[in-house]
């Protein structure tokens, strides 16, 4: 059983790997859950989860890029879910909308960084 199928790479922006801690509050929710990431990019975060959570759903992330750098809240839209082969977890394509441009080129400097 195939899982996913190669197809052709269409990203805007340079994906790097990230594994780091990230919080995720989904709309009217009152408290984050913790979850890891796996890369991020400029325009969203890959995120590792046992919650399902349905594409399309806005939540809130919060994010700290380096150690002792100010944690970061951004807006994202659930782009696609993934089941992991067991299927005990989901891997969450996370896209960034609607933050501030500062926000969005410290994602980029740090991108570039890497």
């Known amino acids: 059983m195939e899982l996913s199928k190669k197809t052709t790479d269409v990203r805007r922006f340079k994906r790097v790997a990230f594994h780091r801690p990230i919080k995720v509050k989904c709309s009217g929710q009152d408290v ?8 991020i990019s400029q325009g969203g975060v890959r995120v590792i989860t046992s919650d399902f959570v349905p594409v399309n759903s806005v939540v809130t992330v919060q994010v700290q890029l380096k ?3 100010k944690i970061m809240e ?4 659930v782009a696609w879910v993934r089941a992991t082969a067991f299927g005990e977890t989901y891997q969450l394509g996370l896209e960034f909308f609607g933050d501030t441009p500062r926000m969005s080129e410290a994602i980029g400097q740090f991108v570039r960084s890497l």
């Not at 984050?32 to 890369?39: C, V």
């Not at 951004?74 to 839209?77: E, F």
């Open 32 to 39: 984050y859950a913790g979850h890891l990431t796996q890369d």
């Open 67 to 69: 150690d002792r750098e």
């Open 74 to 77: 951004l807006h994202a839209r």
